[in-house]
């Protein structure tokens, strides 16, 4: 590397002019690099800027000889140049009085003709090898009333005679006069809008503006980062103006580039930028970071060595749309180090990369923190978003105002605050792009978009939904394409649309039922960029897209694509469904067993819905009259109550018949019948009472879970253990478990660097195959080794019926088969995290749960998951190992962070509260118990020296009553300025009832204000259960009607349990804290 001597610094308070900048570095800087590339591996040529400064005076005296024509002259530079010719025609033509106006040349001629026309801008610069078409279509708009001139821009050995090798003593001639604005507030620089919802508008910048841009943190702060990469944004956008323009005159710095390609042949176009290159010339320049646009992080995500490369880089910056939330998880897991870069033509770039680094945790990755230097307006919108308004201030002014009330701009973009780190903000989209469904949920269409037209067959995509209970996607095939077969193309096309669905929520999940091509007479309508006007599209195949819902939600006939069933008995109806199955998952379920629960075999609540219409859509379509009335009676939760095909088709059949299906099925026949099952043949172990190891190889499951997360990392700060085998099942989402560990861990607050702890090895696999689903090697390592399981691993979903949990029952029959087999197995000890549900079936006036295995069945049934837990809970206590189920109540996070998931139901009553203006009161205690203190319960047991109870209930046993709880969220919501005046309590019943009226016809604006809509049912029962209450007189019982726990044998053993204090106003705050952007 050169050796240079230290920069001198411009002043930036607008005493030294924008357009003077360059002269002030060819005076004070001459010697420093401006700009660096590479022509070779081990090469590297520096622009300096001295050499910079000459070719900006070459180019002006080109384009302005001798201040010939008008001053302060708008010309437009649409061109396809190297990016230093480029910069150096606009620093050139500010350099003599010249106005540029920097245009893409992707817009159309229409768009570049209004541009012209309203700046009054008559002559173009550009590249007409490259460009002559659009230059001739421009032509050919122009008014005879309008002259234009359309010139070639000035070549890049006119500008660079001594190309990287410019000294002092080479020839040179000034440009004779200084020709600037005289004011900082004359217009320099016309830059366009993107042009997404219209045609582009002109965006001018003064002296003032541009000066005030290079003082915001992410110009200035290069100063300290070192050289970014910035050869492969596009000039003529402001990613390039700022960081390929900007960032060198501000901060006397080089920014590393592409190396020209058009010296020796000007007509030759500059160098297309591609993953692979931009890592090759970012490696040979030795840059400390890089911009990017998402595109190309999604193509390194899935290539080891680039993940290797970026992790070597200060930070990696993206901007100008969104990244996947799929590959941002996988490469921060990783260890590399991103940052979003925000900003707009209008307004400039407005976030920080330094400041507030060491509070941004890698989790963070999609938060940015505006600059302390601009004077930001968040407007709350009424889906729980912000808008961005962005206000004047003494040294920062926007380019464009549009506020009625003070000078500023709004941005019409929306965000959302981080939920416990004041400051932070993740854009969400723009006010008119974030799709609502009807069920209240968000789904943010733009990355989506961009997974789909990386497909080489789609050239546009717009995924809609607003409103309604499924989305789809407009597709737009590529010029030249053929699609005369439809189907063809949907298949070609599919793999990619289900990239989306990999990272996409359940509720955002796009269908091959929900795909609609475009008409080639109907082009998607696009702006000067090539992006896609949704709003203008979205209105031009309404039709289309009115008549796919209306034949998707008004129950199909789905005869239309599988022929119906012969009879309407359970032999025909059975491989009907398994036939439309098979159709709604065509690229992605291949098999169907029909005895084997659906949701275990890839389904999930968007195919349920669908899967519902079409049963509907048939029965009420059936040629036979006396089989239509069924449909009516087909409920809303059929396919969650009967969830494999066998047992589905009998409810059908027994429907149509108009037999009670439910009169023969007994829900405690079916969980006696499951706990035969697994628990025939069991391996029973001869324990012997033997202390607890001081030694311990601990084989966790779920470790990436909530509760998992907290046992893991206090197994890998105690000092009894010596190794921790982490075993999760595979994500679908994909992502090794190391990677989700440390997400989860991120999002809880835990010491990142524990995960490097020798103790800890990470296994994926399925416990429900046979083996524990271990490689042969890996199951004789555990076998040999492990003498404590805590098994915690177990799907929740509280829709689901029994059937659905099989694969959870079979896995912890395969780990009580390990565990009877291993080395230690007399001494093993087997710890179960059960629920508090699994005595969902308790009668409530049978006094508090006991601490010990119920062999009523009774007791469970219910729910799925509760009785799937219950039935574990009486396999192991029939395997003879050391066992404990631990029944759980309901957990409230605690330390670090206060992380309580806001999808369940205590912030959803909470969020609702604040539009129904009142909190609910509900008579009774509370006994939700800290997850730490669940945690060390564990522990407690677990190393006890004496051999485990086989049940305990884990529940605080100092419950507090609901009424102050409630109370002190009242009391933090307040201090947290989430409102005025602390909210009326209201007794469960009248809150309810205010609740219901508000339930009734709502939308999706009304869902997403009050979330609480979307868990109705459960809410009636707490509120039914509290009216009970209420009319008893008792106050010894737990709130809304729950089972209360004995915990006499769970304080005994457990200290942590026995000593813990009671929830306290403190835990309140932390709640409200975390749940502060969900408000």
């Not at 970026?310 to 930070?315: R, V």
């Not at 069920?439 to 717009?462: D, H, K, R, W, Y």
């Not at 998931?901 to 539009?915: C, E, G, Q, T």
Request: charged share 20%; glycine share 8%.
């Amino acid at each position: 590397m050169i050796g240079h001597a230290s920069p001198t610094y411009p002043l930036l308070d607008n005493s030294v002019l924008f357009s003077h900048l360059n002269d002030f570095h060819m005076k004070n800087n001459a010697d420093l690099p401006a700009f660096v590339y590479s022509e070779a591996p081990g090469s590297l040529t520096e622009i300096s800027f001295l050499e910079y400064g000459r070719a900006t005076h070459r180019a002006g005296r080109i384009i302005r000889s001798d201040r010939s024509g008008p001053g302060n002259e708008v010309v437009a530079l649409i061109a396809n140049l190297d990016t230093l010719l480029y910069q150096t025609l606009v620093l050139g033509m500010m350099r003599v009085g010249v106005v540029p106006f920097l245009m893409s040349p992707r817009n159309s001629a229409e768009a570049l003709m209004s541009l012209l026309t309203k700046t009054g801008c008559h002559r173009i610069l550009t590249t007409g090898s490259s460009l002559v078409t659009l230059m001739k279509e421009v032509s050919d708009l122009v008014p005879a009333d309008f002259p234009l001139i359309i010139h070639e821009t000035p070549t890049l050995m006119q500008c660079y005679p001594e190309l990287g090798q410019e000294t002092a003593e080479h020839p040179f001639i000034a440009y004779p006069h200084t020709i600037t604005p005289q004011s900082p507030d004359e217009v320099i620089m016309y830059q366009h809008s993107s042009g997404t919802t219209g045609i582009p508008k002109p965006v001018p910048h003064t002296s003032r503006n541009m000066i005030g841009w290079c003082t915001l943190d992410i110009v200035a702060d290069w100063r300290a980062i070192g050289r970014p990469g910035a050869m492969h944004l596009p000039p003529f956008h402001s990613m390039g103006a700022v960081f390929q323009l900007l960032v060198p005159l501000a901060n006397a710095g080089s920014v590393a580039l592409y190396p020209p390609t058009s010296f020796s042949d000007h007509k030759k176009p500059p160098i297309a930028p591609t993953s692979d290159n931009i890592q090759e010339h970012c490696q040979r320049t030795n840059v400390s970071a890089i911009i990017v646009t998402p595109n190309f992080i999604e193509t390194w995500a899935s290539q080891p060595k680039s993940v290797q490369w970026l992790k070597t880089l200060e930070f990696v910056g993206f901007g100008g749309g969104p990244l996947s939330s799929l590959s941002g998880n996988q490469i921060v897991g990783e260890g590399v180090k991103i940052i979003p870069i925000y900003g707009g033509t209008e307004f400039g770039p407005l976030v920080t990369i330094m400041d507030g680094s060491q509070d941004r945790s890698p989790e963070d990755w999609n938060y940015m923190r505006f600059s302390s230097k601009v004077n930001v307006r968040m407007v709350p919108g009424p889906d729980g978003t912000f808008e961005s308004q962005y206000l004047d201030t003494e040294n920062y002014k926007v380019s464009v105002c549009n506020l009625p009330d003070v000078s500023g701009h709004a941005s019409s973009d929306c965000w959302v605050p981080h939920p416990s780190k004041p400051g932070f903000w993740r854009i969400v989209g723009r006010l008119d792009d974030v799709i609502i469904l009807a069920s209240g949920e968000n789904v943010v269409p733009a990355s989506m978009e961009t997974t789909i037209m990386s497909c080489p067959l789609i050239s546009g995509a717009v995924v809609f939904g607003r409103g309604r209970n499924q989305v789809g996607v407009l597709l737009e095939p590529a010029p030249r394409v053929p699609i005369s077969n439809l189907d063809a193309y949907r298949s070609w096309t599919w793999p990619f649309i289900d990239m989306v669905n990999i990272d996409a929520p359940t509720f955002g999940r796009i269908f091959q039922d929900m795909v609609i091509i475009t008409d080639a007479k109907k082009p998607m309508i696009r702006v000067g960029k090539g992006t896609v006007a949704r709003k203008a599209t979205l209105n031009l195949y309404a039709a289309e897209i009115d008549a796919l819902y209306e034949t998707m939600e008004a129950d199909t006939d789905a005869s239309t694509v599988v022929e119906p069933p012969k009879t309407w008995e359970a032999h025909d109806i059975e491989p009907w469904l398994v036939a439309q199955v098979l159709h709604i998952y065509s690229d992605s379920i291949k098999n169907i067993h029909v005895d084997v629960d659906l949701f275990a075999q890839g389904f999930d609540s968007v195919g349920a819905t669908f899967l519902r219409n079409r049963i509907i859509g048939s029965l009420r379509h059936a040629q036979d009259a006396g089989v239509r009335p069924a449909a009516e009676q087909v409920r809303q939760n059929v396919v969650y109550s009967h969830p494999n095909v066998k047992d589905l088709s009998a409810y059908l059949a027994g429907l149509v018949s108009g037999n009670d299906y439910s009169a023969w099925f007994d829900e405690k026949i079916v969980i006696e019948a499951m706990i035969e099952k697994y628990s025939s043949d069991l391996n029973q172990v001869q324990f012997s009472p033997a202390r607890a190891p001081n030694d311990a190889v601990v084989l966790l499951t779920g470790s990436t879970g909530s509760l998992g997360s907290y046992i893991l990392e206090s197994l890998l700060r105690d000092d009894r253990v010596r190794t921790v085998y982490a075993y999760n099942r595979p994500s679908t989402a994909g992502g090794s478990g190391a990677a989700r560990q440390r997400l989860a861990w991120l999002d809880k607050g835990f010491d990142l660097g524990l995960l490097d702890s020798p103790k800890l090895v990470f296994v994926e696999d399925d416990s429900s195959s046979s083996n524990a689903g271990l490689s042969a090697s890996m199951h004789e390592e555990i076998r040999s080794s492990v003498n404590i399981v805590i098994h915690n691993a177990w799907r929740v979903d509280f829709n689901l019926s029994l059937a659905s949990f099989e694969t959870n029952i079979r896995g912890t029959r395969n780990l009580i088969d390990l565990a009877s087999r291993a080395d230690h197995a007399s001494s093993l000890r087997f710890m179960f995290t059960s629920t508090i549900g699994s005595a969902q079936g308790w009668a409530r006036d049978g006094g508090a749960f006991p601490e010990e295995v119920q062999l009523d069945v009774a007791t469970a049934v219910g729910g799925g998951y509760g009785e799937s837990k219950y039935i574990a809970e009486r396999i192991l206590s029939q395997s003879g190992l050391q066992v404990c189920s631990f029944r759980i109540g309901q957990i409230a996070i605690d330390q670090p962070r206060g992380a309580w998931n806001i999808s369940d139901w205590l912030p959803r009553i909470v969020k609702s509260s604040l539009a129904l203006g009142a909190l609910p009161e509900a008579q009774g205690f509370v006994s939700w118990v800290p997850a730490t203190v669940v945690t060390q319960a564990i522990l407690d047991v677990t190393f006890a020296p004496e051999s485990p109870t086989i049940a305990l209930n884990i529940a605080h046993p100092r419950p507090s009553s609901w009424t102050m709880v409630i109370q002190a969220i009242n009391d933090a919501l307040v201090q947290r300025r989430v409102i005025s005046e602390p909210l009326p309590l209201l007794p469960f019943s009248d809150w309810f009832k205010k609740l219901e009226q508000r339930s009734k016809g709502a939308d999706e604006e009304v869902m997403n204000v009050i979330p609480a809509v979307k868990i109705l049912e459960f809410l009636r029962e707490m509120a039914a259960a509290d009216e009970d209450i209420r009319q008893s007189g008792r106050t010894d019982v737990e709130a809304g009607g729950l089972v209360a726990l004995s915990t006499v044998k769970a304080r005994a053993a457990c200290s942590s349990l026995r000593d813990t204090a009671p929830i306290s106003g403190e835990d309140a705050h932390r709640w409200v804290d975390y749940w502060m952007g969900y408000f």
